[in-house]
């Protein structure tokens, strides 16, 4: 074999979780390799047959390109691969891999819209959506409801949901009509289930619309209309790594295919 990787790292870059998971499924005899129990330690090439739990995974490639896509999810779509409604599924939106799969950084619900990126790397994947790491995300909100200041000191400070304490870290209202229907931008560290709805619920209040405006450090660009796809940029993607503490990959040429904006939009609907 002229060239190897630890099987720890392949398995989380598969999207498997992160590399320390994989060194404990590893441990437990959940993975084959060449039908052989693997070991903590072993190390696979391109020619290798790996199975998890009995299932076997796609071709290896190491060392391949870290990317990642975003893609300005429109409301009715799920962040599933399939969908036992028959709903749209985001997934049918992203372009082919020859090998690997692209793996969804969170999720957005069916009636929420917005940014959500997508990428090749499960342990990046994994890192960005670990609450340890605390990544921000920031959403536009319509509220029906008054929002007094009284209630943006209570959501700031923390209030009791039914799956423990949660809170904003800021809250920032852009629009005063002076109706009970105005716009704020919120920024939570977790990403809980409906957690923005629940929080403002909480008071007594509805999210009439959600949008997600920003992932950490990579925000939604005005110029980007629902259904709109892009490749993340070299810079883009080493302030993501940044972030989570995984160093940048060596700069490459950029895959031939995808196209940008309205562009790809076009291309897919073909």
């Known amino acids: 074999m002229s060239e190897s990787e630890k099987l720890q790292k392949v398995l989380a870059r598969a999207g498997y979780g992160s590399r320390r998971q994989m060194e404990q499924w590893i441990a437990e005899g959940r993975v084959r390799v060449n039908g052989v129990v693997a070991q903590l330690g072993d190390r696979v090439g391109p020619d290798d047959r790996i199975e998890v739990d009995g299932k076997p995974l796609a071709p290896v490639e190491l060392k391949p390109r870290r990317r990642v896509l975003m893609y300005y999810k429109p409301t009715g779509e799920v962040t599933t691969r399939e969908d036992p409604e028959q709903r749209p599924v985001v997934f049918e939106r992203l372009p082919r891999l020859r090998v690997g799969r692209w793996i969804a950084i969170g999720r957005l619900d069916v009636n929420t819209s917005g940014l959500l990126l997508f990428t090749t790397d499960g342990e990046l994947a994994n890192r960005l959506m670990h609450p340890s790491y605390r990544i ?135």
């Open 136 to 270: 921000e995300r920031e959403y536009a909100v319509r509220v029906l409801g008054e929002v007094t200041p009284e209630i943006i000191e209570r959501l700031q400070r923390g209030v009791e949901l039914e799956d423990g304490p949660a809170r904003f870290e800021s809250i920032v209202r852009v629009s005063d009509s002076g109706s009970a229907n105005d716009w704020f931008h919120v920024v939570l560290r977790e990403g809980r289930k409906r957690e923005v709805r629940r929080l403002f619920a909480s008071q007594g209040l509805t999210v009439s619309r959600l949008i997600r405006v920003r992932f950490g450090p990579i925000a939604l660009p005005r110029s980007m209309s629902r259904g709109d796809l892009r490749e993340l940029t070299q810079a883009e993607i080493e302030a993501l790594c940044a972030a989570v503490g995984l160093e940048p990959e060596a700069p490459q040429a950029p895959p031939a295919g995808l196209r940008r904006g309205a562009a790809a939009r076009r291309r897919r609907r073909r």
